[in-house]
C-alpha cells in the first residue's frame, strides 16, 4: 500500500510521461510542452530559414543568425540566456525583451508558436 503522498507523486511522473511521449510532443523538466511537428511547419511559415541554416528544413541556409545544428544540445542562447525549453520559447517570442540589443529582430510570434517552434529545436540535437 502506498502512502497518500507516495501516490500523488507516481500520477503526477506518470502524467508528465504521458505528456511525452505524445506523438510531436516535446516535454521538459518544467512541463513544457510544445508541438515539434507543427514548429516544423511554423519555422517554414515564419522564414526563419531566411536568416539561420537549420537542419531538414529545405532552403533554410541563411548566413544571418547562427546556424541551429544541435541547438538542443547547447548551454546557452545567444552566449548568454540558459538554454531550456521555456527561455527558447521566450527568446523565440520576443528576444530583444530576452536580451536587449541583440541583432534577431522581433517578429511577433505568438506564445503557443514560440513554443512549438522550441520543441523543434529541442529534436536538432
Not at 513544457?32 to 514548429?39: C, I, K, L, Q
Not at 511547419?41 to 531538414?56: A, E, N
Request: some cysteine; proline content about 9%.
Amino acid at each position: 500500500m502506498m502512502r497518500p503522498t507516495t501516490r500523488l507523486l507516481t500520477a503526477s511522473l506518470l502524467a508528465m510521461s504521458a505528456a511525452a511521449c505524445e506523438p510531436g510532443k516535446a516535454a521538459g523538466p518544467d512541463n513544457f510542452v510544445g508541438d515539434a511537428r507543427r514548429g516544423t511547419d511554423l519555422v517554414k511559415q515564419y522564414q526563419c530559414g531566411s536568416c539561420h541554416d537549420i537542419p531538414g528544413i529545405a532552403g533554410a541556409d541563411g548566413n544571418v543568425g547562427p546556424p541551429l545544428h544541435r541547438i538542443g544540445t547547447r548551454t546557452y542562447i545567444a552566449g548568454y540566456i540558459q538554454n531550456s525549453p521555456d527561455n527558447m520559447a521566450d527568446w523565440i517570442e520576443d528576444p530583444q525583451r530576452a536580451l536587449p540589443g541583440n541583432a534577431m529582430p522581433r517578429m511577433d510570434i505568438p506564445q503557443k508558436d514560440a513554443r512549438d517552434i522550441a520543441a523543434f529545436l529541442y529534436t536538432l540535437k
